[in-house]
């Protein structure tokens, strides 16, 4: 069921995916509040240049493999639990996006992230058949995110597989 935002568009389903990470609760959050975060585990993110940083009123952007960019502008700011932003790309696609930090037991934590997009007219039925890409998108991040906690490697591109809508697979000639 879709509620209404105070602006008056209708949010869709929320579509989330949660992260098992061998790592504290604070050491998540240092890793996601450092500004450009998004280049060392985003595994879709060809860049993510950073505007205005930290706290509430923090902008970036994200730039996708696919040339999708969204710009992310930060609505919350929770020190240490996690933030709430609205990603916007120039042809009006909008998402609200929440990233929340549980503690689990002893050295483990949880990466709990969630989209909610802006549904416009007729986009409802639209978004319900892109649900299930955005479910993989999130898995997909969850997963370099994990990764990049365990080895403190850098995520290179479709490391866990590609995504039509963010990154496409890279042609057999281009790859390394």
Known sequence: MAIQN????????????????PTTKDAIWQIISRPGNLNDFHPFCQSNPVEIWPGEGSRNRIYYYSGLVLTRDFISW??????????????????????????VENDFSCLNLTIRPF???DSERR????????????????????????????????QFGSHRLFSPPVPKESRP
Do not use: C
């Open 6 to 21: 105070d602006e008056g568009s209708k949010l869709g389903e929320p579509i989330a995916h949660s992260q098992m990470v």
């Open 78 to 103: 929770m020190d240490g639990v996690g933030y709430d932003l609205i990603a916007s790309s120039e042809d009006g696609m909008r998402f609200k996006v929440i990233w929340r930090i549980t503690s």
């Open 119 to 121: 549904l416009m007219q």
């Open 127 to 158: 978004m319900k058949q892109y649900s299930r890409l955005l479910g993989r998108y999130l898995e997909q991040v969850s997963q370099g995110f994990e990764f990049y906690v365990r080895t403190g490697e850098r995520v290179h591109r479709n």
